[in-house]
């Protein structure tokens, strides 16, 4: 008995029409490949896709569109200090407000109407505005 090992070309064996068990014909391939390439197989009017497969399965509630044309994401770094003042008066103000608007009550809405309110006062006093005054104080002067 012979102990040589038997190599199989197997690209050769694909891709010709023979017989192989355990491996796909070229035949095969092709004739696969027209079912995918037919237009009918590929239409999608012949799906029902609003059938629930999973009837168990609650629809996600759609959420409330915020109009987001008005706003913009920004990022700017606060002192440690200024950022737990921030998270505080968050607090307090939520207590100073009616009970079903607290949720509406953010850093972002204290922070827009803070911001506001500054830039108005400097729009209006110009180089006599506080802001101004106090970031002039602050001046790292070298």
Known sequence: MSNVKHNKDILDELLSNSQVHG???QQELDELLEVIHNPFFNDTALYDYSINLEPNKK???KKKKRS???KRKTTHYLTENTFKDLGRAKMDIRKHVPEQ???QISK???VNQALSMILQEFQLKGKNSKILQTILQNLDVK
């Open 101 to 103: 608007y607290r949720s």
């Open 59 to 61: 629809k996600p509630e």
């Open 68 to 70: 987001r044309k008005t």
């Open 108 to 110: 972002t809405k204290i």
């Open 23 to 25: 491996y796909v014909r």
